[in-house]
């Protein structure tokens, strides 16, 4: 299968090469896919990019939402299409760099059949607690874990989810034992954490944000380098107590195997432009972002480490989703 993928690659690669002597790139239309439902953090990212995108190329770039097997249509549907510059996909890279440490019969490679593009934009996670946990920093969260081996709940939104891996790493970090409860996504593990059933969860500030209002949740640590904008007065891990433990959700966009590097740096040129547009900083940063950019060569790499890293961890912890 894999072969019989390389040789159709190989010749789409050799007609897209041929196709763009001929004119220049872009001439039409770009799509641009989208691995989730509309609604979510990755269609509104998406969307952001492909409306200021779209003057930028001086052609229209549209999105197409492709959700399913948690991600793995879109992904498909990528690779399979023409290197040529006019199929794009953004994603988020956290799904995306586990799936073949944890998932099986994949019909594509992430390290090879994707060509990383662009990083978009990242989004830290943040520590919380109901507010009827009694702890109000993590020191005293970790001492509550270590006063009850086993019995604190956090939720996630599924094996192998960002929010999983997140909080299994702060609990080899913190030296705790915590029960995991997975749910279908962040959302149907609201309800629960609101009401005290789970006792902590690690979660992206803009699906948190509601509840930081209300009070309903408390954020006890960032999971960032530094404190986030939006939320100055809560302190990063490090400085609560918990050094390493770090974790944010990328959104990148990807092209498929064969694409030309010099329709790369064309679009990563435009993309740079992008995010460094004001009202997308803006728009991004109410949605509890920061935009990142840089080369693609910076965003590949990131992409490998994130790969390798995640990889190693999912080996030792012994994470299955079966």
């Not at 007609?15 to 872009?26: F, G, I």
């Not at 309800?191 to 954020?219: C, E, F, H, N, W």
């Amino acid at each position: 299968m894999r072969l019989v993928r390389a040789i159709v690659a190989f010749f789409a690669a050799v007609l897209a090469v041929s196709v763009a002597a001929q004119e220049p790139y872009p001439s039409r239309s770009i799509r641009l896919v989208i691995d989730t439902s509309p609604g979510g953090v990755t269609d509104l990212f998406g969307r952001v990019v492909a409306d200021a995108l779209t003057p930028r190329l001086g052609q229209t770039v549209y999105v197409d939402n492709k959700p399913g097997a948690s991600g793995n249509v879109a992904a498909d549907f990528l690779v399979r299409s023409a290197p040529d510059g006019y199929t794009l996909m953004i994603a988020s890279g956290g799904g995306l760099v586990v799936k073949p440490f944890l998932e099986r019969g994949l019909t594509f490679d992430v390290m090879t059949d994707l060509v990383p593009v662009f990083n978009v934009a990242e989004v830290a996670h943040i520590l919380v607690v109901p507010a009827s946990v009694p702890a109000k920093n993590v020191a005293e969260l970790v001492a509550l874990a270590k006063a009850q081996p086993g019995k604190i709940n956090y939720g996630s939104a599924g094996i192998g989810s960002p929010p999983h891996l997140s909080l299994e790493l702060f609990a080899r970090i913190a030296g705790v034992k915590l029960v995991h409860v997975p749910y279908k996504g962040v959302g149907g593990a609201m309800p629960d954490l609101l009401a005290g059933r789970v006792q902590m969860m690690s979660m992206a500030i803009g699906s948190a944000r509601p509840y930081l209002k209300t009070g309903q949740l408390r954020p006890l640590a960032a999971g960032a380098k530094h404190r986030l904008a939006n939320l100055p007065d809560v302190p990063t891990a490090a400085e609560a107590g918990v050094p390493g433990w770090e974790m944010s959700a990328w959104f990148g966009i990807f092209a498929p195997r064969g694409i030309s590097p010099e329709i790369v740096r064309a679009l990563n040129e435009k993309l740079q432009a992008v995010v460094e547009d004001p009202t997308v900083r803006q728009r991004l940063s109410d949605a509890g972002a920061e935009t990142v950019g840089g080369s693609a060569e910076s965003f590949a790499e990131r992409y490998r480490a994130d790969h390798r890293m995640w990889g190693q961890f999912i080996r030792e912890t012994g994470i299955r989703t079966e």
